[in-house]
């Protein structure tokens, strides 16, 4: 069944997180959110999710730059042409043209999501998802005291969550780690996230990291960096995720033949969509890699897409794809995603992305909006 898309209306809606999100290099606190509505030649549409932030803390992307890609090089691209496959897509959107992966994703995943409405099938089924439900983790934002952040954890551990990543920067590392390893026992999933805060100078200290038994540390060094983390790797017993680094299935092979980590965070949204991130995923399973998908603090929209994602076989190690309310008060899609006690999610069975969007929400949370046609 063909594509054909005939509008792409870009809007910025903005969304309160229920408590400031803090990484090493930044606060959220109210999400600029961009979404996309795709609609084709006959009549089928979609909703998809750029996952660019506020600021270019994480990767040089931002809403900003992802507006201005998509209005003027990426949708000029598909308007108005015809595509057999989202591959296809993923192929004319990438096509000498550099960087923008966030830009790119939103419409190749859109596309994707279209394919499956259009075929009346289910975005995981689509993509050859495997799982019927997924087990979540959550991503703890920095805390004031090591005290607040283990009363974090404690609460995230007794709600079910089966992995629990902390968020940590030069200072606020080794006795918040303490903190929550002493309170939660050793069984508890834990894990660090440092979003390149530290250097190979720090590489005595990362070692102490080793006492922690963390089920993984994730990008501790340079956002774009494989090579030192190779160098730290070889060092250090706690296994390295690499988040940031790998932006293309390049930098994943680049990843495994220098052995800078053994465990990949994917994040479709980080290497341009949903043909790359099964690609990724391909190559870690025959490499015995197993990887788990990231988060950017998604709406509904975009949880719907990592949810998919997420239901494929390699999928073996608990992602952050938190429910609804571990962010918003309340979401822009029913129903809203949830989390069972044991930590599970289901992934919906009905077609596209499963979710209905709360349209007059969307609309009176909209601070832009502009329709691109051919
Ligand atoms: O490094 O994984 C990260 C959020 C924004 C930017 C970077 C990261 C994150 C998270 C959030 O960890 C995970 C989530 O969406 O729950
Ligand atoms: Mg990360």
């Not at 296809?88 to 923008?100: F, M, P």
């Not at 069984?187 to 922690?212: I, K, Q």
């Not at 025959?286 to 603090?297: F, S």
């Not at 918003?328 to 989390?339: F, G, K, L, N, Q």
């Amino acid at each position: 069944m063909s594509l054909q898309i005939e509008t792409i209306t870009l809007r910025e809606i903005r969304l309160p997180l229920v408590e400031p999100f803090r990484i090493s290099s930044g606060v959220t606190t109210t999400r600029r959110t961009l979404l996309l509505e795709i609609i084709d030649a006959d009549g089928a549409s979609t909703w998809s999710e750029c996952v660019a932030g506020d600021f270019p803390n994480y990767s040089p992307e931002s809403i900003d730059t992802a507006t201005l890609a998509i209005r003027e090089w990426l949708a000029p691209r598909v308007l108005g042409r015809r595509f057999e496959t989202p591959q296809e897509v993923s192929a004319a959107l990438s096509e000498d043209l550099r960087g923008h992966e966030m830009a790119q994703a939103a419409i190749e995943m859109g596309a994707w999501a279209l394919a499956a409405t259009k075929a009346g099938r289910s975005l995981s089924s689509l993509l050859g998802g495997t799982r019927k439900r997924i087990r979540t983790g959550i991503s703890i934002g920095i805390q004031n005291s090591p005290e607040e952040l283990a009363d974090k954890a404690e609460k995230a551990l007794a709600e079910g969550y089966r992995k629990i990543k902390l968020k940590i920067k030069p200072g606020q590392d080794l006795p918040y780690l303490r903190a929550v390893r002493d309170r939660l026992g050793p069984d508890a999933p834990l894990m660090a996230d440092a979003n390149n805060a530290y250097t190979l100078d720090d590489t005595d200290h990362l070692l102490r990291l080793d006492d922690f038994d963390l089920v993984m540390v994730e990008q501790p060094l340079a956002w774009d960096d494989v090579a030192r983390h190779a160098e730290l790797q070889r060092r250090m017993r706690t296994p390295v995720c690499l988040d940031e680094s790998i932006t293309n299935i390049s930098r994943a092979e680049d990843m495994i033949r220098l052995r800078a980590g053994r465990i990949i965070n994917i994040k479709p949204g980080r290497v341009a969509g949903f043909t790359a991130s099964k690609a990724i995923h391909d190559l870690c399973a025959a490499n015995d890699i197993p990887v788990w998908c990231g988060g950017m603090l998604e709406s509904g929209i975009g949880r719907a897409y990592n949810v998919a994602l997420a239901s494929l076989p390699n999928f073996t190690i608990p992602g952050d794809v938190s429910p609804s309310n571990r962010y918003w008060a309340r979401d822009i899609v029913s129903p809203e995603w949830t989390m069972d006690a044991n930590g599970w999610v289901d992934i919906p069975n009905g077609p596209g992305l499963g979710v209905e969007v709360d349209r007059e929400r969307v609309e009176a949370l909209t601070v832009e909006r502009e329709t691109l046609r051919e």
